[in-house]
Nanobody, 114 residues
């Protein structure tokens, strides 16, 4: 069974940066889709960033220009670099991959103070 281990969340002041990591237990080449989602209290889970089928990237309008999704195939790890963080970015962040079905990480809390 595929396991995803997330790390890198924490408390940061507005304007600061964090980098989230999502390490997979098998080669990420085996995944059909990969991305980051977030869920704020009282809100639905939303897509933050993802890799497209063609190998490009896709971002929510709210994070464009501030967040960058990347991957290290040799380390089987996906990253989310978050810059210029805002209080409204506060949420639990989840990595997600799709192999034969959708698989979620355990989530990591990101809190941005004003």
């Amino acid at each position: 069974q595929v396991q995803l281990v997330e790390s890198g969340g924490g408390l940061v002041q507005a304007g600061g940066s964090l980098r989230l990591s999502c390490a997979a237990s098998l080669s990420i080449f085996r995944f059909n889709a990969m991305g980051w989602y977030r869920q704020a209290p009282g809100k639905q889970r939303e897509l933050v960033a993802s890799f497209t089928v063609s190998g490009g990237t896709n971002y929510a309008d709210s994070v464009k220009g501030r967040f960058t999704i990347s991957r290290d195939n040799a380390k089987n790890t996906m990253y989310l670099q978050m810059n210029s963080l805002k209080p409204e970015d506060t949420a639990v962040y989840y990595c997600n991959v799709v192999q034969y079905y959708s698989i979620w990480g355990q989530g990591t809390q990101v809190t941005v103070s004003s």
